[in-house]
């Protein structure tokens, strides 16, 4: 699970300039959509910071309601089917 994230946070973080670009979103915009600082986006654009889960997931739900940018996560294989279930199964040992 923990290689899992490791390869969709390093996909996301490749591709960050990308789908912010294509969503036409700047960083200090993205930034306080997610709340994180500007700062902190650029960070981890320039690899000078990692991506924490949570920023991962913040930036998910950013860009697949984004109509722009949802196809993009599954192409970039950011959205796969075992990142799906690990989803669907979270939720499945909440209820």
Known sequence: ????REVLIGRMIDNLPTLRRK?????A???D?????KFT????EKRQRKMTWNTFLSLMLVFSKNKETD??????????DEFNDFIKNREEKER
């Open 1 to 4: 699970m923990d290689n899992m």
């Open 33 to 37: 959509m997610i709340g994180v600082s």
């Open 71 to 80: 196809k993009m996560l599954t192409l970039f294989e950011i959205y796969t």
């Open 23 to 27: 969503a036409n979103i700047t960083q």
């Open 41 to 44: 986006v650029l960070s981890i």
């Open 29 to 31: 915009e993205l930034a």
